[in-house]
């Protein structure tokens, strides 16, 4: 599974992002997949996570009441909608795709993870 983020950019506090994780040449729908961000210097944070249907999804710290993910699994992509972004919200975002049923809700890493290249977002105040 080879896992693309993309969607990043520079907004301003209040702004809204929409991030895209596109699989080529696998059907994503057969993976839970996560997001995850990572600031320089500090631990990678996981941000939320979906199940391969789209019916089971997690949320954590942040992404709680601002951030949204989703799934089409006939465009092989999910989909972070950020709204509300706030400069602590900067940070180079992270997909990760398991083929495992326990991954999500509970981002348990059971099995082997296919992770993407990540994409820069920058909030400014």
């Known amino acids: 599974v080879q896992l693309q983020a993309s969607g990043g950019g520079s907004v301003q506090t209040g702004g809204s992002l929409r991030l895209s994780c596109t699989s080529s040449?696998?059907?994503?729908?057969?993976?839970?997949v996560g997001w995850f961000r990572q600031v320089p210097g500090k631990e990678r944070e996981k941000v939320s996570c979906?199940?391969?249907?789209?019916?089971?999804?997690d949320y954590r710290g942040p992404a709680k009441g601002r951030f949204v993910i989703s799934r089409d699994n006939d465009k092989n992509t999910v989909y972070l909608q950020m709204n509300r972004l706030k400069p602590e919200d900067t940070a180079v975002y992270y997909c990760?795709?398991?083929?495992?049923?326990?991954?999500?809700?509970?981002?348990?890493?059971?099995?082997?993870?296919?992770w993407g290249k990540g994409t820069q977002v920058t909030v400014s105040s």
């Open positions: 979906i199940n391969n249907a789209g019916g089971v999804v």
């Open positions: 990760a795709a398991w083929d495992s049923v326990s991954f999500c809700p509970g981002f348990n890493f059971v099995g082997e993870g296919h």
């Open positions: 040449g696998a059907t994503l729908g057969y993976y839970a």
